[in-house]
C-alpha cells in the first residue's frame, strides 16, 4: 500500500514543496480487529472449556484451553508487527531520505537528491514487483520488496518525476 503526500511550497517552513511516499504491506485487519479476533475466540474457547468441564467433571481442558488463546494471540501479535513495516521517502527541492522501520525509523538515510537515482529492475514473472533500489554515488537502499505490482508501478510514476530512473521497466502499455 502506499500513500503520497503533496506539500506544496507555501504550506511548509522550508517553503520547498515537499514529495512525501509512504510504503507499507496490504494487511487485512489492524491490531485492534486482530483484539476483536482474540477475545471472540477466547470468549468461544473458554465456554466450549466451561461446557466440557461442567458435563464430564474434567479440569484437564483448562490448561490447553490457555494455551491455545495464548498460541493465538502471540501468532496474530507476530503477523501484526511484521506488517506495521515501513519505508517513508521524502523528496524535496535538493535532499532525499529514507526512513525504514517498524513503530520508529530503524534505518535512516538523508542523500543529495541530484545525486540520486532510482534503479528498477524486471521481475521474472509478470506477477511480480519489480524490484526498485534508491542510489547514489556510495550507497543503495532497497524499498519496496513487500509491494505489489501495482504499487511499485504507481512509486515509479511518482518518483520518475523527482530523478532520474535507471534500467527503467515501466511500461506505458501495461
Not at 91 to 120: A, F, H
Request: aromatic share 10%.
Amino acid at each position: 500500500m502506499i500513500t503520497i503526500e503533496h506539500q506544496p511550497a507555501s504550506d511548509n517552513a522550508s517553503n520547498a514543496a515537499v514529495t512525501r511516499i509512504t510504503l507499507s504491506p496490504n494487511r487485512s485487519l489492524s491490531w485492534e480487529g486482530n483484539k476483536r479476533v482474540i477475545w471472540s475466540l477466547a470468549a468461544l474457547i473458554i465456554f466450549i472449556a466451561i461446557g466440557f468441564s461442567v458435563v464430564t467433571g474434567t479440569w484437564v481442558i483448562w490448561p490447553f484451553a490457555v494455551f491455545k488463546i495464548l498460541a493465538l494471540s502471540a501468532g496474530l501479535y507476530y503477523v501484526s508487527w511484521k506488517l506495521s513495516y515501513q519505508h517513508t521517502i521524502t523528496v524535496s527541492e535538493s535532499t532525499l531520505s529514507i526512513e525504514k522501520g517498524s513503530y520508529r525509523p530503524r534505518g535512516s538515510w538523508q542523500w543529495q537528491k541530484q545525486q540520486s537515482r532510482l534503479i528498477t529492475t524486471e521481475s521474472k514473472h509478470n506477477w511480480e514487483a519489480p524490484s526498485l533500489v534508491l542510489s547514489n554515488d556510495k550507497e543503495e537502499v532497497v524499498i519496496g520488496n513487500f509491494l505489489s505490482r501495482d504499487d511499485a508501478m504507481a512509486v515509479i510514476d511518482c518518483l520518475k518525476n523527482e530523478m532520474p530512473v535507471v534500467n527503467n521497466c515501466y511500461n506505458a502499455d501495461q
